[in-house]
């Protein structure tokens, strides 16, 4: 009965970094890089002082191989599981459908209880 230790299969540190199209952040965050010329991109809060970046960057760096990159790297998740598939017959073709609209008569029915507009409504004392 003796147990064997097995050490989980890593990536290494030169693994391809993700390849993300940097979008426009709140003000309030910014960009940060763990790596050289823009790579391994993290969001960070622009509130932080400068020694606060700089621990929360190290650390980050230290811990690089804990953040899920890509839909891959989640451990655990089946990657087909947060894909999204529409499964059609072969004999059957996607339409189009035109939005439904509801007349204003069913929606007022609909959003306000008949006891709203019944006579045991008392009228207030502003009036």
Known sequence: NDLKVIEPKTQSEEDEPPK?????????LEYAFLGNNGEWPVIIAKELSSKEKT??????????????????DIKGIDPEFCSHKILLEE???PKVQSQRTETQRSYKERSFPTSFYGSNARTSSWE
């Not at 993300?20 to 309030?28: A, D, I, S, T």
């Open 91 to 93: 004999e059957h073709s």
């Open 20 to 28: 993300v199209k940097l979008k426009e952040l709140p003000p309030y």
């Open 55 to 72: 621990d929360l960057i190290n650390v980050l760096k230290t811990r690089k191989k804990a953040i899920a990159w890509k839909l891959t």
